[in-house]
Every structure is written in C-alpha cells, then in structure tokens.
C-alpha cells in the first residue's frame, strides 16, 4: 500500500537530498515500514540548511514540495490564497496516487487537503493533530476550521491527539509522540542517574523562538542566583531570539551561569540530558514536546507552562510540574527549589515519568497506527518491517 502524507513540515537542500526537521524525518522512516511507499506533500524551507534538520533514511520515502507560506500580515495571508490552487492540485494528485492519506494538522495546507478529503469518503484517511486539545486565544481560521473538522467528526476518519478530549469520541485516539526506538529507549534506561548537589544543572532544548520564551528560564535562573542557590543553566538550540537572549543573560548579569550550546547532534544532547538536573519548557504554544518524553526516560523532572496537552498530561500523570502563569519566573524558580528540596517528591515525579517514556517509541506508535486503521476501516496491513526505517543504531 501507498502512504501520502500532507504536511507544513519544511524542508531544507543539503548535497546529499532534501531534509527536515529531525524527530519528524524519522517518524515518516518508520511510518514507512508500514507501507510500500510514502510521499510527502510538504514545503520548501526559507533560508539555509538547518542543523537541526536530518535526511530521510528510509530508501521508500520521497518528497514533493510546495513553497512555504504563512504570516500574520495581510499581504501573508494574500499569499496564502494565491497558493491554494497549487496546493489543491498537488492534493490532488496525490490523493490518486495514494491508497492511505495522513494530514498533519493545523496547517494552511491541510486546511486544503481535509476539506477536500471531507467530501470524498473512499479513501482511508488518518488526521495528526499536533495542537492543544483546547481551543486557543487567538486561533486562526486555519486551526479553528480544521479543529471543528477533525474533533467534529465531519473529516471521515479517525484522528490521532496528544492528550485527551472531553467525552473523547470513538474516532479519535490519544497517543504520545514517538522518540525513541526501542533498543535506543532500552540502553538509556540503564544508564545510572546522578543529581548533581554542589551546583543544579538545569536544561532548556528547543528553538530559540518567541513563543518558546526561554527568557523565562534565564530569568528564573536569575531569581534562583540571587537567592544563592547554586545552579547553570544550558540552552541547547537555535533560533531567531539568540542574540536578544545573549543580551538578556548580560543584562542580569549571569554570563557565567548561562550557557548557549548551539544546535547538537543527538548525541551530543543525550550527554546534556545526562548530566540536567531539570528541565524548564515554559512555552506559550505546544502539543507535546518530545523533549519533555526524552527527559523523562534520563529521569530528569520536567517544569512546563500550562500551553497544549502537556499540562493536562502532567496534572493526570503527576509526572511534572505545571507552572502558574499569573508569576512563571516566580513558578519556576519555585518548583525547582521544590524538586531541589525534596527528594521524594522528585522521585515520585521521575517515577511516574518513565511509563510515559515506554510508550513513546517508534515502534509502538507504528503499530497503533496499524490497529487504528484496521479498526476504523478493516484494511489490511502487513506487519511492519522496522529493519527498513534505516535507524539501526542505538546512536541514532
């Protein structure tokens, strides 16, 4: 069976093919162990390759790409419409192709692809949503007309969430975003965890962008200095807001403290996971972070805002902490002075933490997608072969 996918996922040139950004590049390499082919609709990236990028693995993927469009200026949203017929015809086209279809959602072009698979009910068909369960302040069209689609029960097919809805219709289905392999998963749960008590190493991941508000932990970091109590803070990432954050830590005074690493290989991030004694993810938007899953599985208790599902997970699985918004910098510093302070809070927050991180792998997000669709449509799909994902390796 043929696998395609209908995404906003931007995708980067290198010399050796077309790349993006790196947990996704691996959940397509095994979503196409699944099906014989996978194409993915999705769109050409703005500036230079990105580290953070990674290339397909799986020899059965190939890619189609739309230019990139979006914005919040009216002359963006001009743009947007100019592009629709290009997209519906690229939806088009790929439809006919395809036997299965999956749209990542909310996203322009999915807007496109859902009300156009909507009115055409032969084609098996699964939705991603990657947004808060809860509708948002402020929530474009896009995201509002495809959260009614997709949650309403118009969009002719099951739905794949984060978290969960209130009296969760049968249709839809609650999965954690996959980061792991099993083997990579299995060598990390070996490994002996120290906590530093001389000085707390506390870790921020992610790119460094507004709505990501890493000036939150380096204000947090800030506050806990000037109670004297002794911690550095890594930011591992990239992004448009590094330089204001740079100025930020010089502002406060804590170059000392505060550390940019850049973007890292994964490895590199691993040993960072390692050595954290916490990690803050204090964003305004989100899903689910997998950067929260991988944290959990080195047993690093995670602090988060109440942004997408990953509160409402948090507060049911008492696997983090939730941080009041009306004083976040306050929160922060707080919870981590908690966790610092008690020692079996933190175990029991690391603890309930590690089955979250179990059911997170590659291979276990594959075969739910394989159970879903054989429960909403009776297809019949092979058992996946995870040897042609192309990650073999633990270090992957």
């Known amino acids: 069976m043929k696998l395609g996918i209908v995404s906003h996922a931007q995708h980067f040139e290198s010399d050796r093919g077309w790349a993006c950004q790196g947990p996704l590049a691996k959940e397509i390499d095994y979503l196409g162990c699944l099906f014989d082919e996978v194409r993915h609709l999705a769109t050409t990236g703005v500036g230079e390759f990105q580290r953070h990028c990674s290339l397909y693995r799986n020899d059965r993927v190939t890619v189609d790409l739309v230019p990139a469009q979006g914005g919040a ?64 302040p402020g929530e474009g069209f896009a995201s509002r007309r495809q959260r009614r689609r997709l949650f309403g029960g118009s969009f002719g097919g099951p739905v794949t969430l984060n978290g969960s809805l209130t009296d969760q219709p049968s249709y839809c289905h609650s999965f954690f975003n996959p980061c792991f392999a099993e083997r990579e998963l299995e060598e990390i749960l070996k490994r002996e965890k120290e906590y530093n008590t001389e000085e707390r190493n506390i870790l921020f991941v992610g790119l460094l962008e507004d709505r990501k508000r890493c000036s939150l932990v380096i204000e947090a970091t800030h506050e806990l200095l000037k109670r004297s109590f002794r911690c550095r803070l890594t930011i591992v990432g990239d992004g448009p807001c590094r330089r204001k954050l740079q100025e930020l830590v010089k502002q406060r005074g804590c170059e000392g403290s505060v550390f940019f690493t850049g973007f890292l290989t994964r490895e590199a991030v691993k040993e960072e996971f390692s050595r954290a004694d916490f990690l803050v993810l204090p964003s305004t938007i989100e899903g689910y972070a997998k950067v929260l899953t991988e944290a959990m599985a080195f047993r690093v208790p995670c602090l988060v805002t109440p942004a997408g599902c990953q509160a409402q997970i948090f507060n049911e699985k008492q696997c983090g902490i939730v941080v009041d918004m009306d004083d976040p910098v306050g929160g922060i510093a707080e919870g981590i002075l908690t966790l610092a302070g008690n020692e079996e809070f933190r175990r029991r927050v690391v603890q309930k933490g590690i089955p979250l991180a179990k059911a997170s792998t590659y291979e276990r997000y594959v075969l739910g997608i394989r159970s879903m669709l054989q429960q909403h449509y009776h297809a019949v799909l092979p058992m996946p072969d995870f040897s042609r994902s192309g990650h073999c390796s633990t270090d992957d």
Do not use: F, M
């Not at 088009?92 to 909310?106: E, G, K, M, N, S």
């Open 73 to 136: 200026r009216l002359v963006d949203k001009g743009r947007i419409l100019l592009s629709v017929p290009q997209w519906l015809s690229k939806i088009i086209r790929l439809h006919q192709w395809a036997d299965v279809l999956q749209l990542r959602c909310p996203a322009n072009i999915s807007l496109i692809a859902c009300e156009y698979l909507a009115r055409r009910s032969e084609k098996i068909r699964w939705a991603k949503w990657a947004s808060s369960c809860t509708p948002l």
